[in-house]
């Protein structure tokens, strides 16, 4: 079992920056991949950006030089930093840790935090 507990979230005022958390605890030795979703109501939960265990990042295209995913293993923490950010960045970030084992997949998620963006 894993679990995740997000930080981080907030308002913040159009262009501004916020640092977003992810805390792991569990079998965290059995996670591939650990990346940040966020969702609006109504909408679906959408990637914004990953890191795999072997450091590959991906990045949704509309973060994409402005954002930052990053970790520290030594503390099980997986951060994203978000710059310039805009009122269509507002939703609910959630982490999520993804465990593969052979064919299957696992999916693990935060509680999420709240990202408001005000213009």
């Known amino acids: 079992q894993v679990q995740l507990v997000e930080s981080g979230g907030g308002l913040v005022q159009a262009g501004g920056s916020l640092r977003l958390s992810c805390l792991a605890s569990?079998?965290?030795?059995?996670?591939?991949?650990i990346g940040w979703y966020r969702q609006v109501p109504g909408n679906q939960r959408d990637l914004v950006a990953s890191?795999?265990?072997?450091?590959?990042?991906v990045y949704a295209d509309s973060v994409k030089g402005r954002s930052t995913i990053s970790r520290d293993n030594a503390k099980n923490t997986v951060y994203l930093q978000m710059n310039s950010l805009k009122a269509e960045d507002t939703a609910v970030y959630y982490c999520n840790g993804k465990v593969r084992y052979r064919t299957l997949t696992f999916d693990y998620w935060g509680q999420g935090t709240q990202v408001t963006v005000s213009s």
């Open positions: 890191i795999s265990v072997d450091g590959t990042t």
């Open positions: 569990g079998n965290t030795v059995s996670i591939n991949q």
